[in-house]
């Protein structure tokens, strides 16, 4: 019923930019929050950004400074800013979010990755 597809992942140098993208099947305006989170080779999938219904942002310490998360209710689309990259960024990013269903279930949704490499 939901569905989110990241894009704009590829290969870039370090200190470079890109803008990675979530579309969402639907309207995101009804979702508690969503955000952003990587997973390096061998590692755990971890937390990049947040952003709230809100407006609210949250990063991870490593990430801040130089990442911006940021939504377009009317695209229905969410994004994430990421500038000085280093190689250590390297990861396939995944787009998230979750909302409450009308049963006050929490409702968890993931897109299927977009990869990310950093090179020195």
């Known amino acids: 019923q939901v569905q989110l597809v990241e894009s704009g992942g590829g290969l870039v140098q370090a200190g470079g930019s890109l803008r990675l993208s979530c579309a969402a099947s639907g309207t995101i305006s009804g979702f508690l929050a969503m955000g952003w989170y990587r997973q390096a080779p061998g590692k755990q999938r971890d937390l990049v950004a947040t952003?709230?219904?809100?407006?609210?942002?949250n990063y991870a310490e490593s990430v801040k400074g130089r990442f911006t998360i940021s939504r377009d209710n009317a695209k229905n689309t969410l994004y994430l800013q990421m500038n000085s990259l280093k190689p250590e960024d390297t990861a396939v990013y995944y787009c998230h979010a979750k909302r409450y269903s009308s049963s006050y279930h929490l409702m968890e949704y993931w897109g299927q990755g977009t990869q990310v490499i950093v090179s020195s």
């Open positions: 952003i709230s219904s809100g407006g609210s942002t």
